[in-house]
């Protein structure tokens, strides 16, 4: 069993849907927990973060965790085509710089 | 200010051949990670370097290799490449004495390495 766990999808919505992605995980030290944007050919983007449980949210971006479950969301509203990209969750403990990533769900957007 | 620069932005290399790959942090940064992405897979940690050594380790072979320089750029080493070495290899820059949250760590764009 993989520590992080991501359904590669792809994932298919038209403009405005809500998007739901998630990850599960089994490692229980992990602290944050985080969620990369990358675009075709180019490295990942941090699109945001959540230390320890609960929910954050920036702008049309809503992070949950369940710590309790092991499992954590990103919710995405009103897509956009520009949303088109593959979507990684990552994981690590509070005292390392080495994330363990998903391995990325791809989410397409269409008008 | 210019962020993680990596170079070449891709290349073509055939079986048994050796990589050198490079990476410069962003401006400010003193910590350089190696990841490597298969297609359709997440970033796979190779190592870091700090202080002109290796901090950290992942689970790959002696052939992938590193090295940093007292600006802080680094390289990528790979020998005797193989078939399954063809993937993207990202660097990314984070500050030693930062927060350790994850907004202090940056990924540059990315080398994608295609060994036939």
């Known amino acids: 069993q993989k520590e992080v766990e991501q359904d590669p999808g792809p994932l298919s919505v038209p403009e405005g849907a809500i998007v739901s992605l998630n990850c599960t995980y089994s490692?229980?030290?992990?602290?944050?927990f985080m969620w990369y944007r990358q675009y075709s050919r180019k490295g990942p983007e941090l699109l945001m973060y959540?230390?320890?449980?609960g929910n954050k949210e920036d702008g049309r971006f809503t992070a949950q965790v369940d710590k309790s479950s092991k499992y954590i969301s990103l919710f995405i509203r009103d897509s956009q085509p520009s949303d088109s990209a593959t979507y990684l969750c990552?994981?690590?403990?509070?005292?390392?710089?080495?994330?363990?990533f998903g391995r990325g769900t791809s989410l397409i957007v269409h008008p | 200010d210019a962020g993680v620069t990596q170079s070449p932005t891709h290349l073509i290399k055939t079986r048994g051949q050796q990589v050198t790959l490079r990476c410069s942090p962003k401006?400010?940064?003193?910590?350089v990670s190696w990841y490597q992405q298969a297609l359709g897979q997440g970033p796979q940690f190779i190592f870091q370097?700090?202080?002109?050594?290796?901090?950290q380790r992942g689970n790959f072979p002696d052939r992938f290799s590193g090295h940093q320089f007292p600006n802080y750029s680094s390289e990528l080493n790979v020998n005797a490449l193989l078939l399954g070495d063809s993937a993207l290899y990202l660097c990314?820059?984070?500050?030693?004495?930062?927060?350790?949250?994850?907004?202090?760590?940056?990924f540059g764009p990315g080398t994608r390495l295609l060994v036939l």
């Open positions: 490692n229980s030290a992990f602290q944050y």
């Open positions: 990552a994981m690590k403990g509070g005292g390392s710089y080495i994330p363990t």
């Open positions: 959540t230390y320890s449980s």
């Open positions: 401006s400010g940064h003193d910590t």
């Open positions: 990314a820059s984070s500050l030693a004495t930062g927060t350790g949250t994850p907004k202090t760590q940056y």
């Open positions: 370097y700090y202080e002109e050594e290796e901090r």
